[in-house]
């Protein structure tokens, strides 16, 4: 079984709808995040949680926002999305105090 | 600004042969460094770091190499094979915030 989880695989949507894509990890670790991939750049972070009470922005937090429900559990919504936040996300989880960040399968949205 | 750049978008590599995948940073406050190998359709895999208080760290066939007066690493792979084809990634993270800052990749290509 996959220790960090992502749902839907793939969505696709109108813009102006709100979506929520989820992330669940059996790792047991207390940091998660999410990113962003683009064609041609690298992944950008978008939010991270080092517990469940504390919930930071990353680089490109604007029209995101997130919920950690549980240590286990990361959703990320988009309130009100539009085509140009069609991306692939990924969610990432790490140990405290650790550099290595294990990652999800990825989400590929498709904002229409 | 790009803190982290890979200049090639792709290589191609004949199988058997040494695989040298670089990476430039701008930033002189990072303290880690990191590859990882994406595979389509799955989320980037931690592959190998080094700190930036060393100038080499191995593992198996795999070897980083960090310049830091030239601001430069790199990314070796001998013997190349091909379950080695796929995206390879370079980040770079400072120990005060723990958010990894991501090259755009390069596309590693194993030629039988």
């Known amino acids: 079984d996959a220790d960090v989880t992502q749902t839907p695989r793939n969505r696709i949507t109108k813009t102006g709808k709100r979506i929520m894509l989820e992330c669940s990890q059996t790792?047991?670790?207390?940091?998660m995040y999410w990113y962003r991939q683009d064609p041609g750049l690298g992944l950008r972070l978008i939010y991270y949680?080092?517990?469940?009470?504390?919930?930071n922005k990353g680089e490109i937090s604007d029209g995101y926002s997130v919920s950690r429900q549980a240590q286990a559990k990361f959703s990320l919504s988009l309130e009100s999305a539009i085509p140009n936040q069609t991306a692939l996300y990924f969610c990432?989880?790490?140990?405290?105090?650790?550099?290595?960040?294990?990652f999800g399968p990825g989400t590929r949205l498709l904002v229409l | 600004d790009q803190q982290v750049k890979q200049n090639s978008p792709s290589l191609s590599v004949q199988e058997g042969r040494i695989s040298i995948l670089n990476c430039d940073y701008t930033?002189?406050?990072?303290?880690?460094f990191l590859w990882y190998k994406k595979y389509p359709a799955e989320g980037p895999t931690f592959l190998i770091s080094?700190?930036?208080i060393k100038d080499k760290n191995e593992d198996g066939r795999f070897t980083v190499f960090l310049n830091k007066s030239a601001k430069h690493l790199s990314l070796h792979i001998v013997p190349s094979q091909p379950g080695d084809s796929a995206v390879y990634f370079c980040?770079?993270?400072?120990?005060?915030?723990?958010?990894?800052?991501w090259g755009a990749g390069t596309k590693l290509i194993i030629k039988p």
């Open positions: 980040a770079a993270i400072k120990n005060s915030n723990y958010q990894l800052i």
């Open positions: 080094i700190s930036s």
């Open positions: 990432a989880t790490s140990k405290r105090s650790q550099e290595t960040q294990y």
């Open positions: 949680s080092f517990d469940v009470k504390d919930i």
């Open positions: 790792k047991g670790h207390d940091r």
């Open positions: 930033n002189s406050m990072f303290d880690y």
